[in-house]
């Protein structure tokens, strides 16, 4: 990526992806590609949001959305009980060998 964007909007990416939470190479290219075009255009500004009475845009990961999307759990817990009984049961084949001690 540093061989075709110069340094200083490699850095501002970075900055940028960081900033936002992402943490991919493409976050941080399309960032720095932003801030290159950024530079190369007339500045345009943009109306404030929170001049116009609106809350600034805040970034939902797709992760937590569908975290916070899924249907509740109703499945049991886990349990060991099965296992516990199987461990309990004694061998038939008789022996004077005391319990946890090899045959």
């Known amino acids: 990526m540093a061989r075709h964007i110069p340094h200083e909007y490699l ?7 960081l900033r936002a939470g992402a943490l ?3 976050a ?13 255009d007339p500045m345009v500004v943009a109306p404030s949001a929170q ?4 809350s600034a845009a805040t ?13 509740p759990d109703t ?13 309990r049961r004694r061998r038939v084949s008789g022996g004077d060998h005391r319990e946890g001690e090899a045959q």
């Open 51 to 54: 001049a116009s009475g609106q």
């Open 28 to 40: 941080v290219a399309l960032e720095a590609r932003k801030a290159a075009q950024a530079e190369d």
């Open 24 to 26: 991919t190479a493409d």
């Open 75 to 87: 499945r049991p817990l886990p349990s060991v009980t099965p296992y516990d009984q199987l461990l």
């Open 11 to 17: 850095v501002a990416g970075l900055a940028t992806a």
């Open 59 to 71: 970034v939902t990961f797709l992760h937590e959305w569908k975290l916070n999307h899924l249907p």
